[in-house]
Structure formats: structure tokens, C-alpha cells
């Protein structure tokens, strides 16, 4: 008898009955398992120990062969026991003094070596099952990594400077000044330039995700970088369109080499030709635990995107070029890869705050929210980068809602070979930097011609002709935004957001000087006895002992006062005023310190 099924899950447990002459049925055989073509690694035992009673084990593995360091993800969730009761333990020895407990159990491999994994599963009335299985973790000889790596060149670079194509791999552990720049930019599919504030002789750039404005899949594309700034756009990959929403992404760009923070803490940037083999990349010299590493492909030599995968340990990390999944055997030419690895902490760099989290949270394709190790004063510049290789489809991180507090973050497959985009739980690591002045939420009004809004892409809001904030949306006509609080005169104006992310014509000018002193209103309250309302003609506010304001209404029990903000500690009192105008005694006294 054959029979053509759709295997939803994997493994797929099926039984076997016999069906006699009057229709009835024989008793459902013991389960036994099918596994869907192209499944991960999966071993099935029954019965090892000899009896039938003994529970089936299911095992499947992600990885059983790879360079350190190497996480491989075990699942044992579809064993089953053959008698009533379930299972009731899952024992695990991964064969290098480590072991486990769990159905579902990750474990990383950092020593070279063939380990001997041994899974035991136990029933609820006491019958074992084992299984072993064998996990080949290898070192990357140096050869791998080509000789003079970091001279790949870019065709289209080819007025860059020697930026970022000094060979990481060179030992010369010399600490170097930082010199670091954060910052945001608004990228579409057309080629953008980005200027450095300050000139770099060897830049290393590397960028946070893109939002999510389009929900399209795409990845970051970077070339020409100079001592003076790169460029930078949105690209598509192969299967879509090749038209694509403007995001807005975070970029750091930092001295190359190894750099030692106020808190002993250390960075380090580098650069090295990456491609389509796992490479091991060291460190110039270890870490003290693992760090973030973020990294950037600053090179366009395919004409087809692609991206890097990472996996850092503290003395290094291992590397891999990809394209979409339909190119897997497609030859690519190799990538200059500029990456920065920063030691975790959190703590303050100059005014920002800095905050970098190795092992941040296990994300998959779905959103999910990320909570801050603290909280900023205001939403950071993030950097998110997948820290492992637990599956292997070509994946990116996207950036949802970015508050002071969290972040939305999602795994994003391409679809260029197939339409599923599931993936599997990757560690996840941040970098955020935000400021630690002084902020103000300002909200801003404007009005807008109707006739003009299918000409127009949102609006976006400057001070003192830098970008402050921005919205999408066309109909929008009120922006809040954070600012950092400034000393002296702020001039603010908006500006229509045009195709290809052009600014239109701006706005009147509103000037902002925090330096004068500011007229606001202040509400007080108070308690009086009704009854002695008849003898007196009203209330006085006082602050340090001057009337500020007054009302003759003996009914009054709430006063707003117009007043300019106090720069120092001033006292608050109400006082009755009686018929003759004289003052009552002062009520309990309010302290404001500014």
C-alpha cells in the first residue's frame, strides 16, 4: 500500500491498525516517526535497553559539525514513552565534563574536538532509553583566512584611502586615541553620501539594522569609504522589485585598531576580506569575556547583495559571507568587512550613554520586545547584530519602536528560494549610545496644502538646520520630539520629505533662546475655613515674601499665576487678605529648588 502525505512537523509520529471484514479495528501499533526531506540532523532509538518497554528517543541536533566555537542546539521534544505515564527526565553528558537537563538544550563547544554526546530518557515508571551521538568541532588553520586578506579591493573605491584594509590578524596590539562618531541616517535604494564631523585617517564603519517603514526585506549596502565620510544605500534583494521605502539606520564609525575606555573596558575595529567560507578573525588580543561584534560588508565587489554572519568568542570570531538562499552555489568574490568588537558594560562616554549586552535575548522571525539593561534619558542609537549560527538561512535583524526603555526586534528571511521565512532562536547582542544632556519633549504644529500631499513622502523637523526628528505620515500636522535642552537661541523650521528622501521648501524660522527667562504658569491650592470666608476680601500668593499674585474672591480655594521660571530655591505661601488689606499669617510654605 503506498500513501502520499504533507509532513507538517518534523519528526511526524504515525501508527498502524488493521481494519477487519466487519469493519471494526485492531488496537493502534507502537508510534514510529518520519522526518520531512532536508530536516536537520535526527537520530531515532528504541529500546535500548533491551525491552519493549523502553521510551523511543527522537533526537535532533542543528549543527554536529563546525568550527569553535560551535552552539549546537539538541531537541529531544519527540520522544515518546511506549506505556502510560509519559516521560519523566531527559539526562544529558556532552562529553566535554558539561551536562544538562531539558527536552530542548543549547550547549557551545569552545575546544577542538570529537565529543561523544549521550542522552539518556527515563519514563515515569522507571524504563531508559540512550542515545549517543558525536559533535566534530575543528580549529581554522591561519591558511584559511587568504593571505593579505584585507587587500581586497573595492572597483568602486577605487579613490578611497587605505581605510579600513589594515590586516586585523597582525598582532600589534598598540592602543590607539578613540575616535568615535555616532549617528543616524535616512537611506533609500539610491546612492547617499554621509560626511564624517571630523576627518579619520583609517575609518571603520559599521551600521545598526534598518527600521521597518517597509517591511520588505533588505540588507544595508556600503562603499567608498574615505578619511572623509562613505556611502551608503538600501538594497533589495534578488527576487523583489528593487523598490524600497526610505529607513533610517544608526552608524558608528571608529579609528581602527584597539582603544581602552575611561572604565578600563576595551574596543577594538578592524578590518579583513570575508567570504563565503567560515573564517576565523582574532582579536588583536583577547577579551576578558566575549564581546559585541558588530560587523559591515564596505565593499560592493558582487553586484548582488550580501551580508556576514558573525560568532564571537573572546579571542576572536568566526565569519561567513552570505547571499540570498537561491545563490547558495553561486561563487561570490570576496568583501572588505569592517567590524568593531566592544567589551560589555554600561556606563558614560563623554555625554552618552553607553550600554553593550553580549547576550541580550534569543530572538526569532517573529517581533519581540527587548528591555534595556537600564534606561535612557532618551531613545538610543542602536546596533543589533545576531551572535550566532543555529540556522543557517540568510537572516537580518529589523528594528521596530525604539523607546528609552526597549526596542522591537525581528529576524528577517529573504525569499528568494522559497516563501518560508521561519527561523530558528539566534542569541541577539546590542550597542546603544544615547545622549546625557539635558532633553525637552517639543512638540511642533504646522499646516499644510492638501492639493500637494501625493508629492510628498512626510515632514521632517530641524533645529538650527540640523535634523531633529521626522514622520511618514502625510497627514500628519503635530510632531513630538526629543531634544537635547541648549544653551543660547534654538531655531527650529520644518521641511516637506520629497521623493528620493529630498527636502521641499522650509518653514517660517521659530527661534527658542533658553538663556532669557521663562514665563510660566503655576497652580496653588489651598484649604480655608468656610465659615470664615466673611471676613476677609480674597487670597495672595507669595514667593520669598513678595506678593505674586492675588485674587479677591474670599471663595477661591485654586490660583494660577503667571511667573518666570526661578533659577534658585525660592519659597511658596498663601495669605489671607482681610478687610483692611493687611495680610494673614502665612500658610505652610512650598520650597521649590530648580
Given at each position: 500500500m503506498d500513501c502520499t502525505v504533507t509532513l507538517e512537523s518534523d519528526p511526524t509520529n504515525f501508527?498502524?491498525?488493521?481494519?477487519?471484514?466487519?469493519?471494526?479495528?485492531?488496537?493502534?501499533?507502537?508510534?514510529?516517526?518520519f522526518f520531512k526531506t532536508g530536516s536537520t540532523d535526527t537520530d531515532t532509538v528504541n529500546a535500548s535497553e533491551g525491552t519493549d518497554s523502553a521510551p523511543v528517543i527522537v533526537l535532533t541536533a542543528s549543527l554536529a559539525e563546525d568550527i569553535s566555537p560551535l552552539t549546537v542546539s539538541f531537541d529531544a521534544s519527540n520522544s515518546y514513552a511506549l506505556?502510560?505515564?509519559?516521560?519523566?527526565?531527559?539526562?544529558?553528558?556532552?562529553g566535554d565534563e558539561n551536562s544538562g537537563e531539558g527536552a530542548l538544550i543549547t550547549h557551545t563547544y569552545t575546544t577542538a574536538g570529537t565529543y561523544t554526546v549521550l542522552l539518556v530518557v527515563t519514563d515515569s515508571l522507571g524504563n531508559q532509553s540512550s542515545l549517543s551521538k558525536q559533535v566534530v568541532?575543528?580549529?581554522?588553520?591561519?591558511?584559511?583566512?587568504?593571505?593579505?586578506?584585507?587587500?581586497?579591493?573595492?572597483?568602486?573605491?577605487?579613490?578611497?584611502?587605505?581605510?579600513?584594509t589594515t590586516d586585523s590578524a597582525s598582532g600589534d596590539s598598540a592602543l590607539v586615541n578613540l575616535h568615535l562618531e555616532v549617528g543616524d541616517v535616512v537611506v533609500t535604494t539610491a546612492w547617499n553620501h554621509v560626511s564624517f564631523e571630523e576627518p579619520y585617517e583609517q575609518p571603520i564603519v559599521v551600521t545598526g539594522p534598518p527600521s521597518s517603514r517597509d517591511a520588505d526585506p533588505c540588507v544595508v549596502r556600503i562603499r567608498n569609504v574615505t578619511s572623509e565620510g562613505f556611502d551608503i544605500r538600501i538594497a533589495e534583494w534578488?527576487?523583489?522589485?528593487?523598490?524600497?521605502?526610505a529607513e533610517r539606520l544608526s552608524y558608528l564609525v571608529l579609528e581602527e585598531g584597539r582603544s581602552l575606555l575611561e572604565d578600563g573596558s576595551m574596543v577594538e575595529a578592524g578590518a579583513f576580506a570575508g567570504n563565503t567560507t567560515w573564517q576565523n578573525i582574532p582579536f588583536l588580543s583577547s577579551f576578558p569575556s566575549v564581546p559585541v561584534v558588530l560587523a559591515s560588508v564596505c565593499s560592493i565587489n558582487n553586484d548582488l547583495p550580501v551580508i556576514g554572519r558573525g560568532v564571537p568568542s573572546t579571542s576572536g570570531f568566526s565569519f561567513l559571507l552570505q547571499g540570498a538562499e537561491s545563490e547558495k552555489n553561486t561563487e561570490k568574490a570576496e568583501e572588505i568587512v569592517h567590524y568593531v568588537a566592544w567589551e560589555p558594560g554600561q556606563g558614560e562616554l563623554g555625554d552618552a550613554q553607553v550600554e553593550a549586552v553580549s547576550e541580550a535575548a534569543t530572538l526569532t522571525d517573529a517581533w519581540e520586545e527587548v528591555a534595556f539593561a537600564e534606561n535612557f534619558l532618551q531613545a538610543p542609537a542602536l546596533f543589533v547584530a545576531i551572535q550566532s549560527k543555529l540556522g543557517m538561512d540568510t537572516v537580518t535583524p529589523r528594528l521596530g519602536n525604539i523607546s528609552r526603555e526597549k526596542c522591537k526586534v525581528q529576524l528577517q528571511e529573504e525569499q528568494s528560494l522559497d516563501e518560508e521565512t521561519s527561523h530558528i532562536g539566534e542569541q541577539v547582542a546590542y550597542l546603544a549610545f544615547a545622549a546625557t544632556a539635558p532633553v525637552r519633549l517639543a512638540t511642533f504644529n504646522w499646516t499644510y496644502n492638501q492639493d500637494y500631499k501625493d508629492e510628498i513622502l512626510g515632514f521632517r523637523v530641524?533645529?538650527?538646520?540640523?535634523?531633529?526628528?521626522?514622520?511618514?505620515?502625510i497627514e500628519a500636522r503635530s510632531l513630538s520630539c526629543i531634544m537635547i535642552e541648549s544653551a543660547g537661541e534654538t531655531r527650529f523650521s520644518i521641511a516637506t520629505i520629497d521623493a528620493e528622501d529630498d527636502l521641499g521648501a522650509t518653514s517660517n524660522i521659530i527661534s527658542y533662546n533658553t538663556g532669557a527667562a521663562s514665563p510660566r504658569l503655576a497652580t496653588f491650592s489651598w484649604d480655608f475655613e468656610q465659615t470664615e470666608e466673611k471676613s476677609i476680601a480674597g487670597f495672595a500668593i507669595l514667593v520669598d515674601g513678595k506678593t505674586l499674585c492675588s485674587t479677591d474672591d474670599p471663595s477661591a480655594r485654586e490660583l494660577t499665576c503667571t511667573m518666570n521660571q526661578p533659577t534658585e530655591t525660592a519659597s511658596f505661601t498663601v495669605r489671607a487678605i482681610v478687610n483692611e488689606g493687611e495680610l494673614s499669617a502665612s500658610s505652610n510654605s512650598i520650597t521649590y529648588t530648580p
Amino acid at each position: 500500500m503506498d500513501c502520499t502525505v504533507t509532513l507538517e512537523s518534523d519528526p511526524t509520529n504515525f501508527t498502524l491498525t488493521a481494519t477487519f471484514a466487519d469493519g471494526t479495528e485492531s488496537p493502534h501499533s507502537a508510534p514510529f516517526a518520519f522526518f520531512k526531506t532536508g530536516s536537520t540532523d535526527t537520530d531515532t532509538v528504541n529500546a535500548s535497553e533491551g525491552t519493549d518497554s523502553a521510551p523511543v528517543i527522537v533526537l535532533t541536533a542543528s549543527l554536529a559539525e563546525d568550527i569553535s566555537p560551535l552552539t549546537v542546539s539538541f531537541d529531544a521534544s519527540n520522544s515518546y514513552a511506549l506505556l502510560q505515564g509519559g516521560l519523566s527526565s531527559y539526562t544529558w553528558n556532552f562529553g566535554d565534563e558539561n551536562s544538562g537537563e531539558g527536552a530542548l538544550i543549547t550547549h557551545t563547544y569552545t575546544t577542538a574536538g570529537t565529543y561523544t554526546v549521550l542522552l539518556v530518557v527515563t519514563d515515569s515508571l522507571g524504563n531508559q532509553s540512550s542515545l549517543s551521538k558525536q559533535v566534530v568541532v575543528s580549529d581554522v588553520d591561519s591558511t584559511t583566512v587568504p593571505e593579505n586578506a584585507a587587500q581586497a579591493s573595492d572597483p568602486e573605491n577605487s579613490d578611497a584611502s587605505d581605510g579600513g584594509t589594515t590586516d586585523s590578524a597582525s598582532g600589534d596590539s598598540a592602543l590607539v586615541n578613540l575616535h568615535l562618531e555616532v549617528g543616524d541616517v535616512v537611506v533609500t535604494t539610491a546612492w547617499n553620501h554621509v560626511s564624517f564631523e571630523e576627518p579619520y585617517e583609517q575609518p571603520i564603519v559599521v551600521t545598526g539594522p534598518p527600521s521597518s517603514r517597509d517591511a520588505d526585506p533588505c540588507v544595508v549596502r556600503i562603499r567608498n569609504v574615505t578619511s572623509e565620510g562613505f556611502d551608503i544605500r538600501i538594497a533589495e534583494w534578488t527576487n523583489q522589485d528593487g523598490v524600497h521605502d526610505a529607513e533610517r539606520l544608526s552608524y558608528l564609525v571608529l579609528e581602527e585598531g584597539r582603544s581602552l575606555l575611561e572604565d578600563g573596558s576595551m574596543v577594538e575595529a578592524g578590518a579583513f576580506a570575508g567570504n563565503t567560507t567560515w573564517q576565523n578573525i582574532p582579536f588583536l588580543s583577547s577579551f576578558p569575556s566575549v564581546p559585541v561584534v558588530l560587523a559591515s560588508v564596505c565593499s560592493i565587489n558582487n553586484d548582488l547583495p550580501v551580508i556576514g554572519r558573525g560568532v564571537p568568542s573572546t579571542s576572536g570570531f568566526s565569519f561567513l559571507l552570505q547571499g540570498a538562499e537561491s545563490e547558495k552555489n553561486t561563487e561570490k568574490a570576496e568583501e572588505i568587512v569592517h567590524y568593531v568588537a566592544w567589551e560589555p558594560g554600561q556606563g558614560e562616554l563623554g555625554d552618552a550613554q553607553v550600554e553593550a549586552v553580549s547576550e541580550a535575548a534569543t530572538l526569532t522571525d517573529a517581533w519581540e520586545e527587548v528591555a534595556f539593561a537600564e534606561n535612557f534619558l532618551q531613545a538610543p542609537a542602536l546596533f543589533v547584530a545576531i551572535q550566532s549560527k543555529l540556522g543557517m538561512d540568510t537572516v537580518t535583524p529589523r528594528l521596530g519602536n525604539i523607546s528609552r526603555e526597549k526596542c522591537k526586534v525581528q529576524l528577517q528571511e529573504e525569499q528568494s528560494l522559497d516563501e518560508e521565512t521561519s527561523h530558528i532562536g539566534e542569541q541577539v547582542a546590542y550597542l546603544a549610545f544615547a545622549a546625557t544632556a539635558p532633553v525637552r519633549l517639543a512638540t511642533f504644529n504646522w499646516t499644510y496644502n492638501q492639493d500637494y500631499k501625493d508629492e510628498i513622502l512626510g515632514f521632517r523637523v530641524f533645529a538650527n538646520d540640523e535634523e531633529l526628528c521626522d514622520t511618514y505620515d502625510i497627514e500628519a500636522r503635530s510632531l513630538s520630539c526629543i531634544m537635547i535642552e541648549s544653551a543660547g537661541e534654538t531655531r527650529f523650521s520644518i521641511a516637506t520629505i520629497d521623493a528620493e528622501d529630498d527636502l521641499g521648501a522650509t518653514s517660517n524660522i521659530i527661534s527658542y533662546n533658553t538663556g532669557a527667562a521663562s514665563p510660566r504658569l503655576a497652580t496653588f491650592s489651598w484649604d480655608f475655613e468656610q465659615t470664615e470666608e466673611k471676613s476677609i476680601a480674597g487670597f495672595a500668593i507669595l514667593v520669598d515674601g513678595k506678593t505674586l499674585c492675588s485674587t479677591d474672591d474670599p471663595s477661591a480655594r485654586e490660583l494660577t499665576c503667571t511667573m518666570n521660571q526661578p533659577t534658585e530655591t525660592a519659597s511658596f505661601t498663601v495669605r489671607a487678605i482681610v478687610n483692611e488689606g493687611e495680610l494673614s499669617a502665612s500658610s505652610n510654605s512650598i520650597t521649590y529648588t530648580p
